[in-house]
């Protein structure tokens, strides 16, 4: 069955350092791929996509992701946190043949630490 | 700048009390969809129309509806709702499908 995975619920990081939210997909056939971020009380935002052409992807706020075929995955990452990154991820796929639905990871918290 | 607004941002409503939740967007999208999102989970889809093809989620509950008049416009129709309803509900829309969704800010059920 075609599913995605967010490996750890919580991730925290120190302010500086790298951030590295992790996503799996499972499919024989490459989805299309994208990143939201979720603040308190608010919608998603999308972060970053990936459909087709240059493997790694740059979005808003510094973030990129790179979609890797042979390990299924599109890792979003940061070089630097802020503060201001603290917040929920959401990966989300649109699986070829899955009727044009988008298939939600179960969410990584983000915490940024002093 | 183009946008997708929800309103109202918190709604409060009594159990059974039918309420209506409203989603208007200014990007001329083809497609907008409904999500419910209960605390701590990933949004869960419940409807969406194309253009005015409703598409109905085979495990959205009777009790949800849904009505768009026109492009820029869509509503979520809750005609009883249940304690178990209280979430976030948001809207989205997207060019067409298989393209990325942009969301409004979602408004915040409570059934009390």
């Known amino acids: 069955a075609q599913s995605v995975t967010q490996l750890g619920s919580h991730v925290s990081v120190s302010e500086g350092a790298l951030v590295l939210l992790r996503c799996n997909y499972s499919?024989?056939?490459?989805?299309?791929l994208f990143w939201y971020v979720q603040y308190p009380n608010q919608g998603l935002q999308l972060l970053l996509k990936?459909?087709?052409?240059?493997?790694l992807v740059k979005g808003i706020n510094g973030f990129e992701a790179e979609f890797k075929k042979s390990e299924t995955s599109f890792h979003l990452t940061k070089p630097s946190a802020h503060m201001s990154d603290a917040a929920e991820y959401f990966c989300?796929?649109?699986?070829?043949?899955?009727?044009?639905?988008?298939?939600f990871g179960t969410g990584t918290q983000l915490k940024v630490e002093l | 700048d183009a946008m997708v607004i929800q309103n109202p941002r918190y709604q409060v409503t009594q159990f059974g009390k039918p309420v209506t939740l409203s989603c208007s967007q200014t990007?001329?999208?083809?497609?907008m969809y409904w999500y419910q999102q209960k605390s701590s989970q990933a949004p869960k889809l419940l409807f969406h129309?194309?253009?005015?093809?409703?598409?109905n989620e085979a495990d959205t509950p009777d009790n949800f509806q849904s009505r768009r008049p026109n492009t820029s416009f869509c509503f979520l129709d809750i005609r009883s709702p249940g304690l178990g309803d209280t979430a976030m509900y948001l809207c989205?829309?997207?060019?067409?499908?298989?393209?990325?969704?942009?969301f409004g800010p979602g408004t915040r059920l409570t059934v009390t």
């Open positions: 989205a829309t997207s060019r067409d499908l298989n393209r990325e969704q942009y």
């Open positions: 499919s024989s056939v490459p989805p299309y």
């Open positions: 990936y459909t087709t052409g240059a493997t």
């Open positions: 989300a796929v649109i699986f070829t043949g899955g009727g044009n639905k988008l298939t």
């Open positions: 990007l001329n999208h083809n497609v």
């Open positions: 129309y194309y253009d005015k093809d409703f598409n």
